[in-house]
């Protein structure tokens, strides 16, 4: 069941409707709000340029995780499929196959 609730962000109200929890979505908002304090930290952006450059250091923080993501899974994938082999030739030996 979805709830509403208003948040802030950057001095604005926003109400939302969401199925998350109360909690999560104002860890989501302090996320955000933490983030664009580190974007603005040092520079005199208006508040849509602020938005637009925080939510490309956020794409790009994403898009990255992805590949590593991508790439871990690749490893593990093949680490258990060595395994599986030296499983295999291990049973074989035993078992005298």
């Known amino acids: 069941m979805s709830a509403v609730i208003q948040i802030r ?5 926003y109400t939302l ?3 998350q929890s109360e909690d999560q979505i104002q860890k989501v908002v302090s996320f955000v709000e933490k983030k664009l304090a580190e974007t603005a930290a040092g520079k005199s952006v ?20 992805q590949e590593k993501k991508a790439q871990d899974d690749g490893e593990l994938a093949e680490r258990l499929e060595q395994l ?8 074989g030996d035993n078992f005298g196959c």
Do not use: F, K
Request: glycine share 8%; proline share 0%.
């Open 17 to 19: 409707r969401s199925q």
């Open 84 to 91: 599986g082999h030296q499983l295999t030739l291990a049973i």
């Open 9 to 13: 962000i950057q001095g604005r109200i």
């Open 46 to 65: 208006d508040t849509v340029d602020l938005m637009i450059l925080t939510l490309l250091n956020l794409a790009g923080e994403y898009l990255l995780l």
